[in-house]
């Protein structure tokens, strides 16, 4: 158990619908992670939130966002679902700082993921 | 991954060694880590090396780095079936960017056979 809780584990929607995906990082961590796992892209970063700000996007569509609260637990928001959005949503959280990059150790821990399948 | 390149599948058999490899484009990564994705959970961190070193043992693991030719690979010692799973090496970003998320290679799917 990594520490990093993920909800809903399934989740089945239509195209064209909006869903959300929670995370709550490990205790103490203050950055957050979210990916993207599917057959054809691999696994790829979206965005990072550190202590409620937003520090750095990968390929995050506009349809999606997201948002860390002051409790530090962060929220995916999926918007205009398409049949491509299906695949494996992962948080993960770490307690490295931005900014410093890859000068610091940095291990990230992995939530169980949320599976959303659009149909 | 476009910056990181792995082989998509590798097969052995039980008590062979397994040989992952990766090739990364951007150097300036301080630590490079391998992360283990076994079915149907997460990734987690399996090992890690310091990029000023050119191999680190860590019981059965031994990972192997060649900054010149940026190359890293992993390699298992008496391969078991519990580490069949996707294996994924990943150098984080660049220092230039303000995150410091990892960028995956596609993985490799080691498949350990009885």
């Known amino acids: 158990d990594s520490g990093v809780t993920q909800t809903p584990k399934h989740l089945i929607t239509a195209t064209g619908q909006r869903v959300t995906l929670r995370c709550s990082p490990r205790s103490g961590d203050l950055s957050v992670y979210w990916y993207q796992q599917s057959l054809d892209q691999g696994l790829q970063f979206l965005i990072q939130?550190?202590?409620?700000?937003?520090?750095a996007k990968g390929n995050i569509l506009e349809r999606f966002s997201a948002q860390q609260f002051p409790d530090l637990h962060s929220e995916l928001n999926l918007s205009s679902l398409e049949l491509g959005d299906s695949a494996l949503y992962f948080c993960a959280s770490s307690v490295a700082p931005p900014g410093l990059a890859s000068n610091l150790y940095n291990e990230q821990f992995f939530g169980p993921g949320t599976r959303l399948t659009v149909l | 991954g476009e910056d990181v390149e792995q082989s998509l599948f590798l097969s052995v058999r039980e008590g062979d060694s397994s040989v992952i490899n990766c090739t990364y484009t951007?150097?300036?990564?301080?630590?490079l880590y391998w992360y283990k994705q076994e079915p149907g959970a997460g990734l987690q961190l399996l090992t890690y090396?310091?990029?000023?070193?050119d191999m680190k043992q860590d019981q059965r693991l031994t990972v192997l780095l060649n900054k010149k030719d940026k190359h890293l690979s992993l390699r298992i010692a008496d391969t078991q079936t519990g580490d069949s799973a996707i294996y994924f090496c990943a150098p984080p970003r660049g220092r230039n960017n303000a995150g410091n998320m990892l960028t995956f290679g596609g993985g490799t799917r080691l498949m350990v056979k009885p």
């Open positions: 090396i310091f990029s000023n070193m």
């Open positions: 951007d150097s300036s990564s301080t630590y």
């Open positions: 939130y550190y202590n409620g700000e937003e520090r």
